[in-house]
């Protein structure tokens, strides 16, 4: 079992191909690369070898190009490598793996069909003019290795490996025509039409393919509750849909709101988009209520049975967080969501170093800015969604390079705790800190989790509450930092006092970073002393860890992150919640927004992946809504978002994505938008 093997459903499940529906022709991510648009690189760079799966790869000889002139550490930049071509015999065995899925096979027993039924044709003379083909091509793209293997197949019994792949390949043909036949039986016992004579579905798994997801001849936005339904149950993710019952209750304003199927059992996809799209503000629910919710939601968002994808999906969320608002966050972590295995190579290959080589930040700053424009998270007059923030991408790439190698890893482990947890993974991905570490390892168990990501809001939350300085001396050289601080930053309008400072325009972000700053100060240790032996002042669980790479230093939580953390589980044992999902309660309520977090619905991995047109119509619906708004009000809180008066799917992305055009803004919308 190779190391991404484990994956149910996913990475076992699905050939190393682009995972096109329908033999959908790619179409462009954005418009093409050009010295124009592309990220500022050297002139030697061959543009004309860009293409929707390339990274930048620059002119002969590589070792010579460099963004300092040289050569990065005397490695080649052949590192940079693109996705292998599909050749003829792969386009076959597609077409008919996604027919077999069209009508209703599983995705493994597609698979294996097809991968078994190949085996048997490469051993007779049906396989010849595949085969030539597949050498055409090959020598056609100066693929010398595939022309000699190419060469070899048409000598009869020159391999005997395929011979046992085929004796090999038996059992899983007749299992996967066994469940073909019973999943047309199924089909046909449950009133469900059959695919024959609908749309076959079309959407790929890679997002750099950027094909438009459809169902029965439908975009996500069009789709009814059974629609949704049929959808998740089609790849295998149930509970999409329907929309639950509605049941209603009352605020401590008296205002009527619905929770669809009240706060027994989970929630579906549909159902979140429901809430999201005829927004609740958390502020006003009964608390005893909200936590009812919150428990409720705690169960929706954790797997059933924790895969790599899950925990990948978790980290991204956690590493493209800093500086990006919510919203952008969630569609940069769809963007960027594990559904293929090509998609982790994808990114691997697009950073030419391996982790923990010395890269200049010039260097960095190429390779980020190649990823973010590759998956269309750039700004919008490059082509992308604008969803990029102020995460390095290249960052992503190198954690790619390691979840490759040992995806178990950067599980939680059953004999560590939570804390523990995210300082072992914080310490191996350059990239999280213990705030974002710790956003991204909840996802794992969120109904269970004992941490949280204690962002400015909570500091400030917290620091109401009381605890999170060790006493008044501490308080006032922090506060006497800050005035220090503000005056240099602003030096026309200094602060003479504490008091003074909190008066000024703009102190209220300035505070919250500070205390931001505080709570997230973390210490960090050499992994080894200058001798070579492993430093004695690590904790037993950094210095015996198995790490992928390991790292020079390693990051422990500071003492004010471990009194944040004790206030939270205060108010979490207050709520009779655990610790992450108190935190979140509050969180909404302090932001007057019940986030959902639908991004992390646990199974969009196996879903096709939106085409950027039909993420910026969902962005556009969120604009409508409010939740792209971030200025406050009087009250240094966020204002509520609106209701959505469109149809609710097409609220729905990150793995699904509307395409309707929504109605058209306003001119206060606008203005709204424009404050984001």
Known sequence: MGALDNFPGLLSARPRGLGLLNNSEPSPVAPRTSPATAPQVPDDVDWSRLNQRSVLLPKEPWTQWDVDGQCFNGHPFSWLSAAPPRMPSRWIGDLAR??????????????????????????????????????????????????????????????????????????????????????????????????????????????????????????????????????????????????????????????????????????????????????????????????????????????????????????????????????????????????????????????????????????????????????????????????????????????????????????????????????????????????????????????????AAVDRHMARELDRVGGIFEGPAQRTAWQNRGIARWNKCHPDDPAKSWTDLMSKRGSDGFVGEMLLDHVSNAATNKFRMKGGEVNPNIPEHLASANWVREPESVVKMGEAYKRALAVNQKLADESGLNLFMSQWMEWDRIRHRFELHENMFPGLSNLPAPSLDQLRAVDLAHKLTGHKTYTKGADSMLRPTRPYKGPISQMGYLGLAASLAAPALTRKDEEEGAAD
Do not use: C
């Open 98 to 451: 996604d027919g077999l899925m069209g009508i209703g096979m599983s995705p493994y027993n597609a698979n294996h069909f097809t991968t078994g039924i190949g085996n048997v044709i490469s051993m007779t003379p049906l396989a010849f003019p595949v085969i030539a083909a597949d050498t055409i091509e090959a020598k056609r793209r100066g693929d010398d290795l595939g022309v000699i293997t190419g060469m070899a197949g048409m000598i009869p019994g020159v391999a005997q490996g395929v011979r046992a792949a085929a004796r090999e390949a038996g059992p899983a043909l007749r299992s996967a025509v066994e469940e073909a036949d019973a999943t047309l039986s199924r089909m046909r016992s449950a009133g469900l039409p059959s695919l024959r004579g609908e749309p076959a579905p079309t959407g790929s798994l890679n997002p750099l393919d950027n094909v438009p997801v459809r169902f029965r001849g439908k975009e996500p936005a069009q789709f009814t509750p059974e629609d949704w339904k049929d959808f998740g149950d089609h790849y295998g993710t149930p509970n999409l849909g329907p929309l639950s019952p509605p049941v209603t209750y009352k605020d401590v304003n008296g205002n009527d709101f619905i929770v669809p199927g009240g706060t027994e059992g989970k929630w579906t996809y549909l159902d979140l988009l429901h809430m999201k799209a005829n927004p609740i503000n958390p502020a006003n629910i009964d608390r005893e209520l909200h936590a009812d919710m919150q428990r409720k939601l705690g169960r929706t968002m954790t797997p059933e049975n924790l895969s790599d994808a899950d925990v990948w999906n978790g980290l991204v969320f956690g590493i493209t967080s800093p500086n990006n608002p919510l919203f952008p966050n969630q569609m940069t972590a769809s963007r960027l969501r594990l559904r293929s295995p090509e998609m982790i190579d994808d990114l691997a290959s697009m950073v030419p170093w391996k982790p923990g080589d010395k890269v200049t930040p010039q260097q960095r700053k190429v390779v980020s800015d190649n990823i973010a424009q590759r998956f269309g998270l750039a700004a919008a007059d490059k082509g992308g969604l604008g969803i990029r923030g102020s995460a390095d991408y290249s960052r992503v790439g190198e954690m790619a390079q390691m979840f490759k190698l040992n995806p178990n890893f950067f599980r939680k482990r059953p004999d560590e705790d939570w804390s523990q947890a995210v300082e072992r993974i914080s310490s191996q991905i350059s990239g999280l800190s213990m705030k974002t570490g710790a956003l991204g390892m909840v996802w794992q168990d969120p109904a269970n989790a004992a941490i």
